[in-house]
Each structure stands twice: as structure tokens, then as C-alpha cells.
């Protein structure tokens, strides 16, 4: 273990501090320079210059980790957009964005689809997907999830989609949950 755990509560309170959560503090000594990567992620993302503050912050400690003979690089970063979705928080912050979607056995539903309000309850998503020349709403138990990743788009979203994305149980121009347009 390269960090020691008076500093992994460091850089838990150093990450929260900002508003954030530590998704995952990887270590690595398999090299001649040992590397520490912590990666956080939060509800409005996670700008440059807030990693940039967590790195210079942090970086005092990774200092002593390694010692003369072991240097050690820290790296602080988001999860980035090829992250899987795993957690409720991720599905929630992926509101508004397309996602590739792959099911457990048995389970059946949309290949893509965007990704709605959740809901904590019922532990389901709603998801808005092209079925045919229509649109489906329908919604997507999380448990029935094996895989999700957030599709990079290089267009805005179309709007009709958007707008489906807000009206629980009605998809707009009287189309219900799970039918087609």
C-alpha cells in the first residue's frame, strides 16, 4: 500500500471539502515510480481548475510516500465519460445523455437510450429510445443493468427527446410510457 490511512482520511475530506465524491483510489507500485490516482466526480462535473486546487492540495502528501529512492506521481482526475455507470449518482448525473446499455441475463430493454429522472424507490431509470421511426419512454430496473457508458454525441440531444425526458408517465402528443410513436 503506498498510501498510508491518515492520508487516504486526508484526501477523503480533501475531496468532499469541495463538494465531491472519491470514486476511486487507485495505486500502482508495479514500476520504477510508483503512481497514485485519485478520482473524484460531482453532481455539476469537475472543473480543471478544482482538480488542479485537490492536486496542489494533495500533493505535500504524495511527497512522503514514496521517499528518495521510490518516486511517486499523483494524478488527480474525474472518472471521465467512458466510466460505466454503477452507482444511482451516475445514472443521475448522466440526466440528459445518451447511454449504451447492455442487460443482465434474462433481462430486456433498450440497446441506447437517454437517460431520465431516476427513480430511488421503484429503483429504475427513465429512458427515452428510438424504437422504429417513434420514440419509447419506458423504464429501466437498475438491478437488470450488467453495463451502462454515456455515449459521446457531438450534436445536442433533439428536442423532442429532451422534452420526453420531463413528464413522467406521459411521453408528450398522448403517447404513454412503452408505447411507440
Known sequence: MIVPEPD????RKAVSDRGLDLEELRED????????????DGDGGVSLDTLAA??????????????ADRPVTLEVTSRGVDAPLVERRHWRRAH???VDIEYTDGATGPARGRVGEIDET??????????G???NV????LDDV???????????????EIDLLQEPGQTGSGVREGEDR
Open 8 to 11: 487516504r482520511a486526508h484526501i
Open 29 to 40: 507500485e508495479r514500476a520504477a515510480t510508483w503512481r497514485v490516482t485519485v478520482v473524484v
Open 54 to 67: 485537490l492536486s496542489t492540495e494533495l500533493d505535500p502528501l504524495a511527497e512522503q510516500w514514496g521517499g
Open 96 to 98: 440528459g445523455r445518451q
Open 122 to 131: 421503484a429503483g429504475t431509470v427513465r429512458i427515452v429510445s428510438k424504437a
Open 133 to 135: 421511426r417513434g420514440i
Open 138 to 141: 419506458g423504464s429501466v430496473a
Open 146 to 160: 450488467a453495463s451502462a457508458v454515456i455515449r459521446v454525441e457531438f450534436r445536442p440531444a433533439p428536442q423532442d
